[in-house]
């Protein structure tokens, strides 16, 4: 997402640069409680509650105000992480977790969303390697890593799902290969993407 944003605004566009579950002060308090392995016999339907009230906070104090300054907001997992971790992983479903994003994320829609597929074991290899070597003695990033493999196959179908019912809004990219190539795919889905935009914005204009 660095590159991303380094590519974005060379070519002149504002950026703002954020994450979930996080993103604000408040956000990343509760990121801390529920990322955190020492967080433990958290109730499903509880978890989801503290994403969403970190989205919540998220949206009112970074996202939208950005969005109305004209900025391109990337963000770091958004609902459909909800609908794939808690709703496919957790197995609550995708009704809640809709339902919550209507009621408390306005349904506020990304423009697009990249999902970046591998298989399984490998995903949750390298995340595990990324959270331990950003852990402290105060806390870790881990609880989610520390699932099955069940959860985890639950998870990216759940991805998949939401790929194949929205695949206007959702670019699938194979994060297999070389980080340069997948950074390169990337770039390629949200430069056609901003560039649709900016051609849909000016046919309004000239209406």
């Known amino acids: 997402m660095a590159r991303l944003a380094e590519k974005l605004s060379q070519q002149g566009f504002a950026v703002v640069v954020t994450r979930e579950p996080g993103g604000t002060d408040t956000g990343e ?16 339907m509880a978890e989801l509650a503290l994403m969403f009230a970190s989205r919540a906070q998220h949206i009112n104090e970074v996202i939208l105000p950005g ?9 770091d997992r958004f609902t459909d992480s909800s609908e794939a971790y808690q709703g496919g992983g957790r197995k609550l479903g995708s009704k809640p977790v809709l339902e919550l994003h209507r009621v408390l994320g306005g349904d506020l829609i990304p423009d697009l969303t990249i999902l970046m597929d591998s298989d399984v074991d490998s995903s949750v290899e390298r995340a595990r390697r ?17 699932e099955n493999r069940a959860f985890f196959t639950r998870v990216r179908d759940a991805y998949l799902e ?15 290969g070389a980080p340069d190539k997948t950074h390169a795919k990337i770039l390629e889905a949200v430069l056609k993407k901003v560039s649709l935009e900016s ?4 046919a309004q204009n000239v209406r």
């Open 199 to 202: 051609t849909s914005r000016k």
């Open 29 to 44: 308090k509760i990121r801390r409680l529920l990322l955190d392995t020492r967080t433990s016999g958290l109730a499903p």
């Open 130 to 146: 990324r959270n331990l070597a950003r852990s402290t003695s105060e806390s870790d990033e881990n609880r989610f890593e520390k």
């Open 162 to 176: 939401i790929a194949k019912r929205e695949p206007e809004r959702v670019a699938v990219i194979d994060a297999r």
């Open 67 to 75: 969005l109305n300054a004209g900025q391109i907001v990337l963000c």
